[in-house]
């Protein structure tokens, strides 16, 4: 596997805090998507073998929760909420204004790899719907002209890397 130095120390760390290895399955999914954006095959391979597991041990794990990634996503990660009170409040059209600022479909790259855009169910912030996550930063009431200004900064912050 291809991780930073530090996440490898963490790996190390987070295995000794379960007095069964297995238990440490899910921190140590978490830490290699936050290192290197999805779980990979070969992530999968590399945890069963570093916790004595079988690879399907690993990859039922992976299937089950809906936060875990199989491939890659754009540099930003745009989530927008489709429960209920998002969707009656707008989060539909929310979404579909980011797909159209970035000229993407969700679940897809934008041509210029900057963003992904996806629906996730519930974020907790029901009363103030739509609500939309970018990487780890929520932000509330998104309705269209919202998502346009922080398409905008995206697109702006994209600019300044470059």
């Known amino acids: 596997m291809n991780l930073k130095p530090e996440t490898y120390q963490r790996i190390d760390e987070v295995i000794t805090h379960y007095p069964v290895k297995r238990s440490a399955t899910l921190p140590l999914l978490h830490l290699i998507q936050e290192d290197v954006g999805h779980i990979s095959e070969e992530a ?3 945890i ?3 916790l004595e597991l079988q690879p399907i041990n690993v990859l039922e794990v992976v299937t089950f929760y809906p936060m875990f990634r ?3 996503i754009g540099r930003r990660h745009i989530k927008v909420c489709r429960t209920l009170s998002c969707a009656l409040s ?3 059209k929310t979404c579909d204004t980011f797909e159209k600022e ?6 897809e790259i934008s ?4 963003v992904t855009v996806e629906f996730v169910e519930c974020l907790a912030s029901c009363g103030t719907a739509p609500v939309v996550m970018i990487d780890e930063i929520l932000h509330e009431k998104v309705d269209v002209t919202k998502a346009k200004q922080l398409s905008a ?3 702006a912050e994209a600019a300044a890397r470059k």
């Open 44 to 46: 999968i391979t590399w």
């Open 70 to 72: 199989r491939a890659p």
């Open 90 to 92: 707008g989060g539909y």
């Open 102 to 107: 970035f000229c993407t479909h969700r679940g």
């Open 153 to 155: 900064q995206i697109k």
């Open 48 to 50: 069963a073998q570093k």
């Open 111 to 114: 041509p210029d790899g900057e």
